[in-house]
């Protein structure tokens, strides 16, 4: 069965573009497991079945990548020291987007945030079994650390898996991103409304959106938008 579900892994991610190492393949049947353990525990996904959570929430995250600069992560593999990526992702939950990101490129420096102590203990436990370094994972709301000097101007990319209004994640993502820095949100068919909602926050920001990628992949059952809006320089 496992042999079957790391295959079911590998082929996924290698449809999306993304060609995983045997270690990286491993670590994700790790993180499965350790997922559905911790699950019994306390609330960290809906989903129960395990083609399910490698597809709605291992592969959807890949899918982040596609927004990503070609400069801003190294190939696969290698590890990088100064030019390293700070990356935040907001509601992270049990580490979507964050952690199938930083197990493809373990060269970004990762920070997981969610409300939930509960989760954030998971996090760092996940983090611990994957052997995976450089992860900072803070149980606080994004509000709470926009207004520290520690995070003001730090990320160079700031995610979130369709978690929360746009208006209201730009507002608090503004003092933590570097000048052009970027963020990346998953929305589905709502997204035009709340980009509308959005719109003073948008030019109050000095916001662009760069672009709307449709993910449109049978593996997934579904379709959704990654959107990417760039703060301006200033």
């Known amino acids: 069965?496992?042999?079957?579900?790391?295959?079911?892994?590998?082929t996924g991610a290698l449809e999306l573009g993304f060609k995983l190492t045997e270690n990286q393949a491993?670590?994700?049947?790790?993180?499965?497991?350790?997922?559905?353990?911790?699950?019994?525990?306390?609330?960290?996904?809906?989903?129960?079945?395990?083609?399910?959570?490698?597809?709605?929430?291992?592969?959807?995250?890949?899918?982040?990548?596609?927004?990503?600069p070609p400069h801003f992560l190294t190939p696969q593999g290698e590890r990088v020291g100064e030019g390293a990526k700070n990356i935040l992702d907001i509601g992270t939950?049990?580490?979507?987007?964050?952690?199938?990101?930083?197990?493809?490129?373990?060269?970004?420096?990762s920070t997981l945030m969610d409300s939930s102590k509960k989760k954030i203990a998971f996090l760092k436990h996940i983090c611990r079994e994957l052997n995976l370094s450089d992860v900072e994972c803070i149980a606080e709301r994004v509000?709470?650390?926009?207004?520290?000097?520690?995070?003001?101007?730090?990320?160079?990319?700031i995610l979130s898996k369709a978690v929360g209004d746009i208006g209201i994640l730009l507002k608090a993502?503004?003092?933590?991103?570097?000048?052009?820095?970027?963020?990346?949100?998953?929305?589905?068919?709502?997204?035009e409304t709340e980009l509308k909602g959005a719109e003073v926050e948008l030019t109050k920001g000095k916001w662009v959106i760069k672009d709307i990628l449709e993910i449109d992949?049978?593996?997934f059952g579904r379709k959704f938008k990654l959107v990417k809006i760039q703060k301006c320089f200033t």
Do not use: C
């Open 1 to 10: 069965m496992q042999e079957l579900l790391k295959d079911f892994i590998i």
């Open 26 to 68: 491993d670590k994700f049947l790790k993180y499965l497991s350790e997922l559905k353990k911790w699950n019994r525990k306390i609330n960290l996904t809906g989903l129960r079945e395990d083609k399910l959570i490698i597809t709605r929430l291992f592969l959807e995250s890949l899918t982040f990548l596609y927004g990503f």
């Open 173 to 191: 993502s503004f003092p933590l991103l570097k000048a052009e820095g970027l963020f990346i949100t998953q929305k589905g068919d709502n997204l």
């Open 217 to 219: 992949k049978p593996m």
């Open 93 to 109: 939950g049990a580490g979507f987007p964050g952690i199938p990101i930083k197990i493809l490129h373990p060269e970004i420096s």
């Open 143 to 157: 509000e709470r650390i926009a207004v520290l000097d520690k995070y003001r101007g730090y990320y160079d990319v």
